[in-house]
């Protein structure tokens, strides 16, 4: 019954890539350009996050070992903990060290205390944000390259910098996404002005506010 199980998640999972690439095929050379252009950060500030990323993966999984199973997701410096760890104590300092990381904006610590998911469970995770991606990629008028989407379990957390309107037409995509029961976005905010300069410079300011953690 488990090996069904894992074999249908591994089809689907090969499903949903297989979409996305003849999507990206479809649209020959346009899409590398418009990759570029759809991500709101600035080249520097890229590159910071996935510093950011590298390091604390690198840092956490050696600090911690099988005691914890720790994802990292930085976008314009926010930095979102998924996963599972052994105790309070470990979620506490994993929050800690992260930090007080150089280049680190804000942290927002969504550890659980339990066991280590199965690999089903991962696969599964990895699904859904494929079929949220895939939703995002084909939305009028919603930047996906701008933002970075995680699901662990039934719950989706959205990091990324968009406008209000854009924040909430992202909320009900992934809200409305079979399989999903919660999600927490953690956004800056920009204004429709902000959004017109982003446009035309192509990057994003590394000064802009902090919005709040979670809406339900």
């Excluded at 996963?83 to 150089?102: F, H, L, P, R, T």
């Amino acid at each position: 019954m488990q090996t069904s199980l894992i074999l249908k998640l591994i089809v689907t999972v090969i499903a949903v890539s297989q979409i996305s690439s003849c999507a990206v095929v479809a649209v020959g050379g346009v899409t590398a350009t418009a990759t570029v252009l759809a991500d709101r950060r600035s080249p520097g500030v890229q590159a910071i996050d996935k510093g950011i990323d590298w390091e604390a993966s690198s840092a956490l999984s050696k600090r911690f070992g099988d005691n914890a199973h720790i994802n990292v997701t930085s976008f314009n410096q926010k930095v979102l903990l998924t996963g599972e760890v052994k105790d309070a104590d470990i979620k506490g300092e994993a929050g800690s060290y992260v930090k007080a990381m150089k280049n680190v904006r804000s942290v927002f610590n969504e550890l659980v205390i339990g066991p280590s998911s199965s690999y089903t469970s991962r696969a599964n995770d990895s699904y859904l944000e494929s079929k949220i991606k895939t939703q995002m990629i084909f939305t009028e008028k919603l930047p996906s390259n701008s933002m970075a989407i995680v699901a662990e379990g039934s719950s989706v957390y959205l990091l990324g910098i968009l406008t209000q309107g854009e924040a909430d037409l992202a909320k009900k995509i992934a809200s409305n996404t079979n399989g999903v029961k919660d999600v927490y976005i953690y956004f800056d905010i920009i204004s429709e002005a902000e959004k017109t300069r982003l446009e035309k410079e192509g990057k994003a300011e590394q000064s802009q506010p902090d919005s709040p953690p979670k809406f339900q």
